[in-house]
Structures are given as structure tokens and as C-alpha cells.
DNA sequence: TGTTATGGCTAATGACTGTTAGCCGAGGAG
DNA sequence: CTCCTCGGCTAACAGTCATTAGCCATAACA
């Protein structure tokens, strides 16, 4: 998997605007993920994408912005599918069965930037930080509001809505630990598995 | 919370010995929970306990088997706790909420280990990073193990125990994210109360 | 009282790293 | 044909850090 360097020491100036900035933050993705941020050195990065460390600085304005880019940029998706994903039900067994579904196939389909995600907190300088904290406690109210609701409507039945909340996304976001594709399971069989499993949690009679 | 450094700078042979090993180690973890393993300096691990940083090297090797030692340890109590656990009872149902308690227990009671064991596996170098993922293979297979007797014997229900088993291990974990003590429930309360959710994701009428 | 091991300390080593400065070739614009 | 911008490059800067070397005061011990 070598990447050819270039050897042409000029630029191509027209040619496909923010192409490398693109390939850039992939590779940054997939280090970060892989090693870690603090293990991963723009060299590393540079070389993904067949440049040296520094001319990385032409596209991007430095590392932690790309940290930042990736953990903000899922929290955001995470947010966002959970909208559609509850707006397209009408029963809260089906709203959450629904959010529960849009969660697992994003850390099915990005489970990189979910392992970054998840992994890098710490190493997100602030205002950064608390920006992607306070998305997260946005998104797992999100979940337990809707567990809540479902408590009040009689449809489900739990001890503790945090609880529950808590479990359901811990057991998805773990499938970003080991999905594979090609594995035992697709995407989309997973995401309806793990569906269940949450009504299960529940307590919803299904 | 500043500790006092040493002003003598003879050290104080007989007493205590292993004492401040043991205040190097813990403090090491905490550090390593909260900043990260790369993000740690050896003087950051020397000013918790008072010293300077060259001078861990009198009581600890380096600081990779600090970590080395976090992480073997964390895997070895998670698994000889399994094996109690279940060794405790006879039904498969009370295996697996015997386990499962055990499993939450130690990540509300030891959440540093369990987090440092969760985040820091790509900073442990070969051969241990071998070592520990071989230990949460064999921890996972026990769990697999007891939801496919449990479904043989037909008292537990799913469709997959591999998920079911991850699904339930990823919960468990997710606790020591956000436990801490005084807060909504004890350990014991929340020990039960993940055993009840386990039992309801094998789907085991009890 | 003299000796020695312990466990502090500072200084130094050697390596690594994010980022900036400045150079330059190529291709497009005029 | 000339000029300018783009996007490479190398060199340099300004740290940081794990670890080693070597010094020395204390306290236990003979």
C-alpha cells in the first residue's frame, strides 16, 4: 500500500480544489484511530497521502483542528439522524426502535470516527471539548426523554430511564468496537437485532 | 491538594517499604484515566506522589509497564471475579446475573482500570497488547459460553449470543463512564439492576 | 563511630514533534 | 512571453520527554 510521492516539487494549481484537504482528514481519520492522536504525527499523516508533514499545513490549518473537525462532525451526525430517525415513527416503541437503529448503523458505518469519537476526549483542547461533551448529553437525552415517554404512555417499563438510556447506547456504540463487514451480520441486520434488544431493555411487548 | 515535596534529599530506607510503589502505581492510573497514557510525563506522575520524575525509577522499571501492569491486572480480576460469579450458582439464569453483577461491580468499583483498560490498548507495546486482548477474548467467550447453554436449555431467547454477549458486556462497561459514588444508585443497587437488563436481553423469563 | 544501601536530587542525553520560514517549479492568466 | 499563485520541498525552531548518570544526605547497622 505504498503512496507515490511527489516527485514534481510544484503544485498542481486547478487542478480538484480540496482534494487533498479531503484525502488529509481520511488518513488523519484512520491514524487517529488507529494509534491515537498523540501517537500519530503529522509525518504519518503527510505520508498517508504521499506528502511530507509540513506541506499538510498548506491544507489544513493544524492537528488539533482536525481533531476537532472529526469529533464535532459525528457528534453533529449522531444528532441528526436521531431527529430523522424519531420523526419518522409515531409510537415511541417505533420512535425508539427507529433511534436505536439510526445509532447503530452510524457506529456500524463510521466506526472510526465513533472510535475517535469515543477515545479522544481528552485530548480535545477546549472550548472544543465541552462544545462535543454538551452535544453528547444533548444526544443521550434525546434517548432518555423518549424512554421517559414511553414509561408515562404505559408502553415500557424500567427502573430507571438513565439507566436504560445509558445501556442501550453503551450496547450500540460497542458495535463500533468489532463490526467488520462481511462479518456474521450486515449493517442492516444488525441495526434491527440490536433494535430488539433494546425494546427488550425496555420492557416493550413488541 | 499540593503535596509536599521532599526537602531531604536522603531518602528514608526501612520504612515503609513498597509504600511509595504503591502511591506511584496509583497515582500513575489516575493520571493515565484522566490525561491519557502519551499525555502523562513521568515528573506529572512524580509531582502526585511528591518526588521528582527521574526518581520513580527507584521503585518502577518505566513507565510502559506501568500501564502494562494496569492492563494485565484489570483483564486477571475481571476474570477470576467472572469464574467466581459463576461458580456461585447453579441455574444458567443466575450465572448470568451472577456474572453480570460481578462484570458491573468491578467497572463502578474500579472505573479508572476499567477505563484506562478500554482507551489505552494501542499505547501498549508488543507483547503485552497480544496478552491483554488474548485475556478479553477469553472473558467474552465466558459470557458466550453461558448465553449459548442458557439457549440450549432453553431458557434464554436470541437470535445471536455473540451480540447478546457483547451487547451486555458494552453496557456494563459504559458504567464506568459515568458512575460515581452518591449519585442515584449504589454499586450493589446497580449491580442488580444490570442484571435484571441482561436477563431481559437473553430474554429469560424469570 | 564508620560504612553502606536507599532514595532523593540535578544535569545531561538523545530522540521526537508541531509548526514556521523560506525556497522553488509548474501551470494558468494576461 | 512574463508574472503570479499554488502546493510541493528542506531547514530550522522551540520545545517536550523518557531515561540514564552521577551526586549526596540520611538512617540503619556493625
Redesign the interface.
Known amino acids: 500500500m505504498k503512496v507515490e510521492r511527489q516527485h514534481r516539487p510544484g503544485g498542481v494549481p486547478g487542478a480538484l480544489p480540496g482534494d487533498r484537504a479531503a484525502a488529509i482528514r481520511v488518513a488523519a481519520l484512520r491514524l487517529f484511530a488507529?494509534?491515537?492522536y498523540?501517537?500519530t504525527t503529522m509525518a504519518d499523516i503527510g505520508a498517508a497521502v504521499g506528502i511530507r508533514g509540513p506541506s499538510i499545513y498548506k491544507h489544513v490549518s493544524g492537528k488539533q483542528v482536525l481533531l476537532a473537525e472529526i469529533m464535532l462532525g459525528t457528534m453533529d451526525a449522531l444528532i441528526a439522524a436521531h431527529a430523522e430517525a424519531t420523526a419518522s415513527a409515531v409510537s415511541v416503541g417505533d420512535q425508539l426502535r427507529r433511534a436505536v437503529e439510526a445509532h447503530v448503523r452510524y457506529h456500524a458505518r463510521h466506526q472510526l470516527e465513533a472510535f475517535v469519537g469515543n477515545?479522544e476526549i481528552?485530548?480535545l483542547d477546549q472550548p472544543d471539548r465541552d462544545r462535543v461533551l454538551r452535544r453528547r448529553s444533548t444526544y443521550e437525552r434525546g434517548f432518555r426523554k423518549l424512554i421517559e415517554r414511553g414509561v408515562s404512555e404505559g408502553a415500557f417499563d424500567v427502573?430507571?430511564a438513565?439507566?436504560?438510556s445509558?445501556?442501550?447506547?453503551?450496547?450500540g456504540?460497542?458495535?463500533a468496537?468489532?463490526f467488520h463487514d462481511g462479518g456474521?451480520?450486515s449493517v442492516d441486520q444488525?441495526a434491527y437485532?440490536?433494535g430488539?434488544?433494546a425494546l427488550?431493555?425496555v420492557?416493550c411487548q413488541a
Chains 1, 2 share one sequence.
Open positions: 488507529t494509534q491515537g498523540r501517537a477515545r481528552a485530548s427502573r430507571s438513565r439507566l436504560a445509558y445501556s442501550i447506547l453503551d450496547m456504540m460497542g458495535v468496537n468489532w456474521e451480520f444488525l437485532q440490536y430488539d434488544l427488550r431493555v420492557g
